[in-house]
């Protein structure tokens, strides 16, 4: 019987492989817009859905600049997985339930802190390849639009430029790269600017530990210049957080012992990631390692909160994130996109993101984004139909 699933599962797997990879789908854009050249910006009222800046970027920027954002691991299967797994599971619609009010139920809480809906930016470095105002842009959208921007560290502009653009009481988390080897005084240098900054949470990202093998990269000479190995450990997190007050979320968790972890060291959040699958190619996406928590343990959604990024494109993507358990999703490559068409650009990202989750939550019968949950989705749909992953309501 084992061997019989195992084949089934590897036959499932070849053939998932083997069809076309779509970096973006066919919706008719290039037959909408049949006179754009190479380099020239479509109108911002052509893009429809987020995948559209994805295709905007790529025809408009210098391929240096679009490989910087697009590039990924290895053979780039992590990339590609983080897009296709979210449609390896289908929704299981409800009819017959009053959503009319569904629009009004996306705002949520981040570490106590109230946003307007349930994304985030997440942390992508050097916006200003797609446009001079760089990260500006990415921190005034956010604020206009009232969601969470984690700007990163090796950002176009500095910590303090990012800061000054925030409008007023706009809560934004640093993200930070630490290097293990540095003395106690590098660090603590960096914890206090980053908190003279007023950032209100410190996003540590533990899932480059090495430096990525990102090919595409090489071939543009934008890949990482910094080769180190770190000695991440508990213990040096233990270290670390004494030397700040802020909270120190956790990003590039990639499986459930580190999630249990996470938990028996009290970090108040974690953000599940395999780093845009920029770092090792292979690595389960996001939502595979969601589907792993809430298999083997669930008490871990309970118990902190758990955020997620990695190929999500569509309000679908979020809804089913969110119902495993993960509290916010982030979105980092869309954004960096987006941007090409400057701060306009980004809260039009937003807003069709934010209409996109209403629409799904209601056309599949979800009255309040924040209560979905597991039955909303039929898990045995995927190739996690088996081995004790969540395989929705019998």
């Known amino acids: 019987m084992i061997k019989s699933v195992l084949a089934t599962a ?11 990879f779509l970096n973006e789908p066919d919706t008719g854009i290039e037959l909408a817009l049949p006179d754009l050249a190479v380099g020239e910006l479509p109108p ?44 390896q599971f289908h929704f299981r619609p409800r009819s017959m339930i009053d959503i009319s009010k569904v629009n009004q139920t996306l705002k949520t809480t981040i570490l106590g802190h109230e946003f307007s809906a349930p994304f985030f930016i997440s942390p992508a470095a050097r916006a200003g390849y797609g446009h001079p105002d760089a ?34 009481g706009q809560v934004v988390f640093q993200q ?73 979320i956790l990003k590039g968790i990639g499986s459930v012992e580190d999630a249990k972890l996470a938990v028996e060291h009290k970090v108040p959040a ?14 389960q996406s996001s939502l595979e390692t969601a589907l792993e928590i809430h298999a083997d343990a669930p008490e871990v959604f309970e118990q902190i909160e758990v955020y997620a990024d990695g190929g999500v494109r569509y309000g679908a993507d979020v809804l089913k994130l969110l119902a495993l358990g993960v509290k916010a999703v982030g979105l980092g490559r869309p954004f960096l996109y987006a941007n090409v068409f400057g701060q306009e650009g980004v809260e039009k990202a937003i807003e069709l993101l934010k209409t996109e989750i209403a629409y799904d939550a209601g056309n599949i019968g979800v009255p309040d984004v924040g209560k979905i949950g597991p039955e909303a989705v039929n898990w045995r749909t995927g190739f996690y139909g088996f081995g004790g992953k969540p395989q929705g309501p019998r």
Not at 208 to 217: D, E, K, P, V
């Open 176 to 248: 930070l790269y630490l290097d293990s080897a540095a003395d106690d005084e590098v660090t603590q240098a960096l914890f206090d600017r980053t908190e003279a900054a007023g950032a209100d949470a410190i996003v540590f990202t533990i899932d480059s530990a090495a430096n990525g093998n990102r090919q595409r990269a090489a071939r543009f000479d934008v890949g990482s210049a910094v080769v180190a190995y770190e000695a991440y450990s508990w213990d040096y997190l233990d270290k670390i957080r004494n030397m700040t007050d802020l909270p120190i």
């Open 44 to 87: 911002l009222d052509a893009m429809v859905g987020l995948p559209d800046f994805d295709y905007a970027a790529r025809n408009y920027l210098p391929v240096e600049n679009y490989t910087y954002y697009r590039n990924g691991a290895g053979g780039e299967w992590s990339y590609r997985n983080n897009l296709e797994i979210f449609h």
């Open 270 to 283: 974690i953000i599940l990631s395999n780093h845009g699958g920029r770092q090792v190619d292979g690595a």
């Open 135 to 168: 990260e500006l842009n990415l921190v005034k959208a956010a604020g206009a639009q009232d969601i969470l921007y984690m700007p990163a560290l090796y950002a176009t502009k500095t910590i303090e430029e990012i800061a000054a653009a925030k409008k007023e």
């Open 10 to 20: 590897a036959l499932a797997t070849g053939a998932w492989a083997a069809r076309p």
